[in-house]
C-alpha cells in the first residue's frame, strides 16, 4: 500500500502530514440563517438578482439561481486582515498570506480578568473586561517543539459551540492584553489565528493597541511604510473543535482572490505524524 502522507523539510528536520485528513477553522457562514457578527454589523445576507425583467430564483421560475451575496468580511464571519486595515496606502490580504503551509502552534487559553491581570492596555482595561494574558501565553507555550513556529492558533476557552453563530456586538468579548500582543513579535509569530472577533477591544477609542503591536505600526499612524511587520497576517472569528490537541501543527490559510484589506478565510490545521526515516 502507498504511503498516505507527504513528506516535507521543516527548519531541516523531515516531518508527515495527512493532507486529506486537514481541520477546518473556518466558520460557516450561513446567509439564510444564524450566523457570527461583530461591532453591530448588519448579517451578512445573500438575494436573488433582479434585472431587466430576469429574477435570480429557480423557486421563482428563474432558469437558474444568482444571488447578489452582501457581507463585512471584518465583521461577518472568518476572516484574515493586514496592515492595511489600519492605513491610509491600500495593502491586499491577498498579497500578504502566505502560500503554503506554516510552521504553527496551537495554544488554548483562558481570559483572565482584567482587574486580577495586572497587564494593561490602551486605553486601559474597564474592570468587568476580560484579557488574553502574556502569562497565560507563556503558561500554555510548550517548552520543545519540533520547529520554531511562525504561526499561532489561540483557542479561548471555555470553547463552547455557541461561537459559531454569536452576535458578540456590544459585549466587549476577551482581548489581547499589551504584554500578550508584544509576546507575539517577541516569538516570531508572523500569522495569528483567534476564535475571538478582534484582538482588540469592541470599543477602544480608536486605539488598536494589539493590531498595531502585532503589525509594527507606531500609535496614530496610518503610514503603511512605517508597519515594521507588514508581511504579518491576524485571522479572527475562527472556531478550534475541542478534538484538536494543543500542540505543533501546519496552516494553511486559504483565502479568494478578492482585493480588500481584510477577505473571509479558511485556515487549516495539519496535524504531523512524526518524523520521517
Not at 528536520?13 to 453591530?40: K, M, S
Not at 502585532?214 to 497576517?233: C, D, E
Request: hydrophobic fraction near 40%.
Amino acid at each position: 500500500m502507498s504511503e498516505q502522507f507527504t513528506r516535507i523539510l521543516v527548519a531541516g528536520r523531515e516531518l508527515r502530514i495527512d493532507l486529506a485528513a486537514g481541520t477546518d477553522l473556518a466558520i460557516r457562514l450561513d446567509l439564510h440563517g444564524a450566523q457570527p457578527r461583530h461591532f453591530a454589523a448588519p448579517a451578512a445576507g445573500a438575494r436573488p438578482l433582479r434585472v431587466d425583467g430576469f429574477t435570480g430564483a429557480v423557486a421563482d421560475g428563474a432558469s437558474c439561481n444568482c444571488e447578489v451575496v452582501t457581507f463585512i468580511p471584518h465583521c461577518n464571519g472568518t476572516h484574515t486582515e493586514c496592515a492595511g486595515h489600519l492605513t491610509a496606502a491600500p495593502l491586499d490580504a491577498l498579497a500578504i498570506v502566505p502560500r503554503g503551509l506554516v510552521p504553527a502552534l496551537l495554544l488554548s487559553v483562558t481570559p483572565e480578568p482584567a482587574a486580577a491581570a495586572g497587564e494593561d492596555s490602551d486605553p486601559a482595561p474597564e474592570a468587568p473586561d476580560l484579557l488574553l494574558t502574556r502569562r497565560s501565553l507563556e503558561r500554555a507555550w510548550p517548552r520543545e517543539a519540533p520547529f520554531a513556529p511562525r504561526a499561532l492558533v489561540v483557542r479561548t476557552l471555555p470553547n463552547l459551540p455557541g461561537k459559531r453563530h454569536r452576535d458578540y456586538s456590544g459585549q466587549t468579548p476577551p482581548y489581547l492584553s499589551r504584554p500578550a500582543a508584544q509576546l507575539l513579535v517577541e516569538r516570531g509569530i508572523e500569522h495569528l489565528v483567534i476564535d475571538l472577533p478582534s484582538i482588540d477591544r469592541e470599543h477602544d477609542a480608536g486605539r488598536l493597541t494589539a493590531h498595531r503591536l502585532f503589525f509594527g505600526l507606531p500609535p496614530g499612524s496610518t503610514a503603511l511604510r512605517q508597519a515594521a511587520r507588514s508581511h504579518a497576517t491576524v485571522t479572527e472569528l475562527a472556531y478550534i473543535p475541542d478534538a484538536l490537541a494543543d500542540g505543533p501543527y501546519l496552516l494553511e490559510l486559504q483565502v479568494p482572490a478578492l482585493s480588500g484589506d481584510a477577505v473571509p478565510s479558511r485556515p487549516i490545521l495539519y496535524g504531523l505524524l512524526g518524523s520521517g526515516a
